[in-house]
């Protein structure tokens, strides 16, 4: 009796087979991971520039609603305020907690180094938002350019989160 010849993979060509394939997605991986990677990043830098256009925005915003001489600035150690006093609005930049807060709803202070924390603005019953966060450096300033018009307030910031930093400087007018 004849017997019929049986068909299949022998092992070697199963081998072969498992071989080749792994290669093939070996070569895949390769070159999948790099676009996955930086599209990671850049998902990342969004973020970072989000964050600090969300606090220049705001501050550009109220700063245009202000009038020359209604605006003060003062810093300490660890944090540095802009106020807005007709608002009243300030803006708390924290080294110490990392972040960039928005006050309002609160009375102003004869002086602002008594309203130059955390602490003392919460004290004054005003509400805070959190505008920015992961800001290693925040610096103001405010320069007067002619006593008789506008007015400039600089921000600089420097911002990081998962190994990405984004530097931030922006000039904004006072007032009419």
Do not use: K, W
């Not at 600035?73 to 110490?96: H, K, M, Q, R």
């Not at 003392?120 to 008789?148: F, G, H, K, W």
């Amino acid at each position: 009796m004849i017997m019929p010849r049986q068909r299949g993979f022998t092992l070697i060509e199963l081998v072969v087979a498992m071989s080749i394939s792994s290669i093939v997605v070996g070569f895949m991986v390769m070159f999948l991971v790099t676009p996955v990677q930086a599209y990671l990043a850049q998902a990342r830098r969004a973020e970072l520039v989000a964050s600090a256009d969300m606090v220049a925005n705001n501050m550009a915003s109220d700063l245009r609603a202000a009038s020359l001489g209604n605006v003060r600035y003062t810093s300490n150690v660890s944090t540095e305020v802009l106020e807005i006093t007709s608002g009243p609005i300030a803006y708390l930049c924290d080294s110490g907690t990392n972040t960039v807060n928005r006050y309002s709803g609160y009375i102003p202070a004869a002086s602002l180094s008594n309203r130059d924390s955390d602490a003392e603005l919460m004290a004054a019953n005003s509400t805070r938002a959190l505008i920015s966060r992961d800001v290693l450096t925040c610096q103001i300033s405010y320069n007067a350019v002619d006593p008789l018009h506008n007015r400039l307030v600089g921000l600089q910031m420097q911002l990081a989160r998962n190994g990405e930093s984004l530097y931030v400087f922006r000039q904004m007018s006072v007032g009419n």
